[in-house]
């Protein structure tokens, strides 16, 4: 069984398109968070969810919005693509609480590679 | 977040160790030291993860200098499969960091057969 999963691996789309993206963990862990890696590789937190709660938004525009309908799941819906947000977006999620530990390790997923034309 | 520094690539020849090296000189006493690596074409995958002592695990060891300003991650015996970019990441224990994790460029390291 697939411990981080994410639908769908490809995607693409034209401009100015809504589309949604799905991430699913099996690990029973309750935090949950969304990258994007751009084309030159660089790896960027874009939220987190800890226990469907969001917990860190990092200036990410807000055609960008996340939903939690529980632990287990994180998805990330876009609205109005733009050519610039092409790029490879990674679901991760681990077991840990805000503020805490810092020892708690994350499972990331395989990654959808959205392209935008 | 403090900051990593390491190398944008290293080789090695399978079977030989590796020893990836990170400078973190502004850690703080409650930032932990962890290692990802991306395989290519996958998400990135965790390593190890100290924060004092030094620490082994079935993929790789970490040695932690023992003023903290930096650390090395040690692959015992390189194969193929561990061509990747290598991460070398800081977490705070407090604050406010929720687990995020920064990378930077990371070391791309290449194994000879």
């Known amino acids: 069984d697939t411990a981080v999963s994410q639908t769908p691996k490809y995607l693409v789309t034209q401009m100015g398109n809504d589309k949604s993206i799905k991430c699913e963990q099996n690990?029973?862990?309750?935090?949950m968070y969304w990258y994007k890696q751009d084309s030159k590789k660089f790896l960027k937190i874009m939220f987190s969810?800890?226990?469907?709660?969001?917990?860190i938004n990092e200036t990410v525009p807000n055609r960008f919005s996340p939903k939690s309908p529980d632990k287990a799941h994180l998805n990330l819906h876009i609205n109005s693509l733009e050519l610039g947000d092409s790029a490879v977006y990674f679901c991760?999620?681990?077991?840990?609480?805000?503020?805490?530990?810092?020892?708690?390790?994350?499972?990331f997923g395989p990654g959808t590679r959205l392209t935008v034309t | 977040d403090a900051k990593t520094t390491q190398p944008n690539s290293m080789e090695s020849n399978e079977e030989e160790p590796v020893h990836l090296p990170c400078n973190h000189s502004?850690?703080?006493?409650?930032?932990?030291i962890h290692w990802y690596r991306q395989l290519p074409s996958q998400g990135p995958e965790y390593v190890i993860h100290?924060?004092?002592s030094n620490v082994n695990n079935r993929m790789a060891s970490l040695a932690i200098a023992e003023d903290r300003k930096s650390s090395t991650l040690i692959l015992h015996r390189a194969t193929l499969r561990d061509a990747a970019v290598y991460y070398c990441?800081?977490?705070?224990?407090?604050?406010?960091?929720?687990?995020?994790?920064?990378f930077g460029q990371g070391t791309i390291l290449t194994v000879h057969p």
């Open positions: 991760a999620s681990s077991q840990g609480h805000p503020g805490g530990g810092g020892s708690y390790e994350q499972y």
């Open positions: 969810y800890n226990n469907k709660e969001l917990i």
């Open positions: 502004t850690i703080s006493g409650t930032d932990y």
């Open positions: 990441i800081l977490i705070n224990a407090g604050g406010t960091s929720y687990g995020k994790l920064t």
């Open positions: 690990l029973g862990h309750d935090t």
């Open positions: 100290g924060l004092t």
